[in-house]
C-alpha cells in the first residue's frame, strides 16, 4: 500500500461521494448527519493528503474538478466493495435471517426501542424482531431465564446468572399536581409529602427502589395508594389526589396537568440489557444485542444523563413561587 493510500480514511471518502452526489456541502452533511464543517474538514484534509484540488467551491455549491470527479468514480468503487464485504460476513456469520426476542417495560418500549429498532432494520434487514411489554423487571428475568426471551432490558443489578450492560441512567422526579408551583426545580421533602403517595405496588422493583431509598435518607413514608400502571397514577396525581415519584423515563411525556420536580437527593435507577450467560445463542442475538447497545447509547433524551455522567448539583429550595 502506498504512503498516500495508507493515510486515507473512509470518512474522507464518504464525504466527497456524498458532496458529488449532491452538490453542495450542507446537503452532503444532511446525508451523512454530521456538521457543515466537518464535511469541509474532510475534504481539506483529503486534498491535502492528496495534493490535488477535488472540488470549485463557489457562492452556488461545490463542484467537482475533472480529478475530483476520477478520484469520486473511484471512491464509490471501494465503498460499494466495502458494502460486499460486509455482506459476506453477516452472510458467513448467519445474519442475513433470524429472529430474536426482546423483553422490555413500557417505557422502553415507548422511548428507546423505536430508534433502536430502525437502526436494526437498516444493519440487519434479514433478522425479526419480535417485541413483548412486561410489568416488572422481574417478570423480564423470568422469561430470560425460560428461554422465552433472548435479550431482555431489566433494572440493574440484575440476578447472577445474567450478563449485562448498563445502557442508561433515568432519574427518579416528584411529580405533583399543576396547581403546586415552587420556585426552583428541586422541591423539599415536606412539600412532597404534604399530599398522598401514589406509588406502584410493593413487588414492583421500581416501587422498592423508591421505598428503600426513602427508609436510607430516615423518610418515614408509606404510600396511600398502590397503582399498577404508571398512565392511572399521572392521571391521579392531574386530578389532585396525591403526588408520586417516578422514573422521568416512565413519566414521559409529561401531562400539561402535572409538573416534574427534581428531588432534594437525587437518585436513578440503572436501565440494562442482560443475556442469559451460560444459553448458548445464536450470532443474531448478540447483533441485536450490539446495536441496541449502540443506538441507546446517542440517544438523548429528556432529563436523561449517560451512565458515565455525573448528576448536576442543584440548588435546592421548597418555598411557593
Keep these: 500500500m502506498g504512503e498516500i493510500a495508507a493515510k486515507l480514511k473512509l470518512s474522507q471518502l464518504r464525504t466527497l461521494v456524498a458532496i458529488a452526489d449532491r452538490g453542495n456541502f450542507s446537503q452532503a452533511a444532511l446525508d451523512l448527519d454530521i456538521s457543515q464543517s466537518a464535511v469541509s474538514h474532510a475534504i481539506a484534509t483529503l486534498e491535502d493528503e492528496l495534493g490535488a484540488i477535488l472540488l470549485n467551491r463557489g457562492r ?3 463542484t467537482l474538478t475533472d480529478t475530483g470527479r476520477e478520484i469520486a468514480d473511484s471512491a464509490r468503487k471501494i465503498l460499494e466493495l466495502l458494502n460486499d464485504i460486509e455482506r459476506q460476513a453477516k452472510s458467513a456469520r448467519g445474519l442475513d ?31 425479526a424482531i419480535a417485541i413483548d411489554e412486561y410489568d416488572t423487571s422481574q417478570d423480564i428475568e423470568e422469561e430470560l431465564r425460560a428461554g422465552r426471551a433472548d435479550v431482555g432490558f431489566v433494572l440493574l443489578p440484575a440476578g447472577s446468572e445474567f450478563e449485562t450492560w ?36 410493593r413487588r414492583f422493583l421500581c416501587a422498592q427502589i423508591v421505598l428503600d431509598r426513602f427508609a436510607k435518607l430516615g423518610l418515614n413514608v408509606e404510600p396511600s395508594y398502590e397503582v399498577r400502571e404508571d398512565s392511572t397514577i399521572l392521571s391521579m396525581v392531574a386530578q389532585g389526589l396525591g ?26 435507577r440503572h436501565i440494562g440489557l442482560a443475556i442469559l450467560a451460560n444459553a448458548l445463542h445464536l450470532p443474531p442475538v448478540f447483533a441485536v444485542r450490539d446495536a441496541l447497545k449502540e443506538t441507546i447509547a446517542h440517544l438523548t433524551l429528556p432529563g436523561q444523563p449517560r451512565p458515565e455522567q455525573p448528576w448536576p448539583n442543584l440548588r435546592r429550595s421548597g418555598r411557593p413561587a
Design 60 to 62: 452556488h455549491g461545490a
Design 97 to 127: 435471517s433470524g429472529h430474536v426476542r426482546v423483553a422490555c417495560f413500557r417505557s422502553v418500549a415507548t422511548h428507546l426501542l423505536p430508534k433502536a429498532i430502525e437502526h436494526l432494520r437498516h444493519r440487519y434487514p434479514g433478522i
Design 166 to 201: 448498563n445502557v442508561m441512567m433515568d432519574e427518579y422526579w416528584a411529580i405533583v399536581p399543576s396547581s403546586d408551583r415552587y420556585a426552583t426545580e428541586v422541591i423539599a421533602w415536606e412539600d412532597l409529602f404534604s399530599r398522598p403517595l401514589i406509588l406502584p405496588p
Design 243 to 268: 403526588a408520586t415519584v417516578m422514573a422521568r423515563l416512565a413519566a414521559e411525556p409529561i401531562p400539561a396537568q402535572v409538573r416534574a420536580y427534581r428531588l432534594p437527593v437525587p437518585f436513578h
